[in-house]
């Protein structure tokens, strides 16, 4: 246990479908990331925020919707999605955003049909 | 771009071997991680080496930085089945203002 949960573990939705991913640490982190780890490719980063604030958005498409609603939770709203945004979501946290050691959650699987 | 690159992508060996995976990297750097991923799941810390150090020990774990080569190498000593997993580097990217990660060498661990 990292102290970072992950709901739900797996989703399976269709493209025209809206869903939430929910993230949790209990840490006391002040950063929180989402990234997106797809078959054959490097974990990509998607969002961070530090003290719930958004502090880089790293080109992602809008139908990805990220929310953090206080520093412990972090939520990305998911909406008419591709196939090809299949993948597994991994939430982290951090003490302070950079260079400090990252806490992983078990991730989602997601399977967009 | 990547910041942190592994090699090999793939590496298989004998219970009781040793694994040695490499990492490269490009710009200047405060400290570098390793981290490890168990198939399907989150990635786990390891072992964080900053840049005034050239090797760092934790149990059977040993990893080494050389910053003029711009490289590290993570150590695995006397292997088990269950260190069969991922492995990826880390390292801070300025501009993203986040930890970027290689692509990881797989590591299988035959019993």
């Not at chain 1, 993230?23 to 997106?36: D, F, P, R, S």
């Not at chain 1, 958004?54 to 939520?75: A, D, G, K, Q, T």
């Not at chain 1, 709203?77 to 992983?104: I, K, M, N, W």
């Not at chain 2, 000593?77 to 580097?89: E, H, K, L, M, V």
Request: glycine share 6%.
């Amino acid at each position: 246990e990292t102290g970072v949960t992950q709901t739900p573990r797996h989703l399976v939705m269709g493209m025209t479908n809206k869903k939430s991913l929910k993230c949790e640490q209990h840490l006391g982190h002040n950063a929180m990331y989402w990234y997106k780890q797809s078959a054959k490719k490097p974990l990509e980063l998607m969002f961070v925020y530090s003290l719930e604030e958004r502090v880089e958005n790293n080109s992602v498409p809008s139908r990805f919707s990220p929310e953090c609603p206080n520093s412990s939770h972090l939520f990305l709203h998911l909406h008419t999605l591709q196939p090809e945004d299949s993948a597994l979501y991994l939430c982290a946290s951090s003490r302070e955003s950079g260079q400090e050691t990252q806490y992983f959650g078990p991730g989602t699987r997601l399977l967009v049909l | 771009s990547q910041q942190g690159e592994e090699d090999p992508q793939a590496l298989s060996i004998q219970e009781g071997e040793n694994a040695t995976m490499n990492c490269s990297y490009k710009t200047s750097i405060n400290n570098l991680q390793w981290y490890r991923q168990n198939s399907g799941r989150g990635l786990v810390h390891l072992i964080l080496i900053r840049s005034n150090e050239r090797e760092k020990h934790s149990g059977r774990l040993r990893v080494t930085l050389d910053t003029s080569k711009k490289s590290s190498s993570l150590l695995i000593t006397a292997s088990r089945a269950a260190d069969t997993a991922s492995y990826f580097c880390a390292t801070y990217d300025t501009g993203r203002r986040a930890l970027t990660f290689g692509s990881g060498t797989r590591l299988q661990v035959q019993p």
